[in-house]
């Protein structure tokens, strides 16, 4: 059983021997060495179900991985739920974001009231490869910026909060 100390995580997805695929994992260490114990920091090499039992308990999760470019190799953007829900999996024992969040929510679980996600495009998923080509490596920075971003703007917010007094 975890214990969680942290209320938010930043999840890495990636494999980093498949070589821009690992940005997001480049982007986690220079995230952890940024926040230290402030956050919690996961690099995970797979998805599917297993993303329910790890985000089980935080309350928001940026969730940062790579995506095959329909625009310019090394472009960050954000996705939402929706834009995932399209895409097809190529396996019926996988599960995306979607599914996962929906689980949760029948299963009643204590899982994040906000998922974030950011993605670097790359132009090849595929490449077994160590290491990210200069183009990817180029753009980490401005993941981590990203990313860096939202945590702080989820700060902010939760020291703004009036705690509810009870009677």
């Not at 080509?133 to 902010?156: H, N, T």
Request: proline share 5%.
């Amino acid at each position: 059983m975890k214990t969680i100390q942290n209320r938010i995580m930043v999840l890495a997805l990636g494999n980093d021997i498949m070589g821009d695929d690992g940005a997001a994992l480049a982007a986690a260490k220079l995230l952890r060495n940024e926040f230290g114990s402030e956050i919690d920091v996961f690099e995970v090499a797979s998805a599917g179900f297993m993303l329910l039992d790890l985000m089980e308990g935080y309350d928001k999760v940026i969730l940062i991985d790579t995506i095959l470019s329909t625009h310019t190799p090394g472009l960050i953007r954000e996705l939402t739920l929706e834009e995932l829900t399209g895409r097809q999996t190529g396996s019926p024992h996988y599960a995306g974001l979607p599914e996962i969040i929906g689980l949760a929510k029948e299963l009643e679980l204590n899982f994040p009231d906000e998922v974030r996600i950011i993605v670097i495009e790359i132009e090849d998923p595929f490449v077994i490869r160590q290491g990210l080509s200069p183009c990817i490596e180029s753009e980490i920075p401005g993941l981590v910026r990203k990313v860096k971003d939202i945590i702080k703007e989820w700060k902010i917010s939760q020291s703004l909060k009036i705690p509810e007094l009870t009677p």
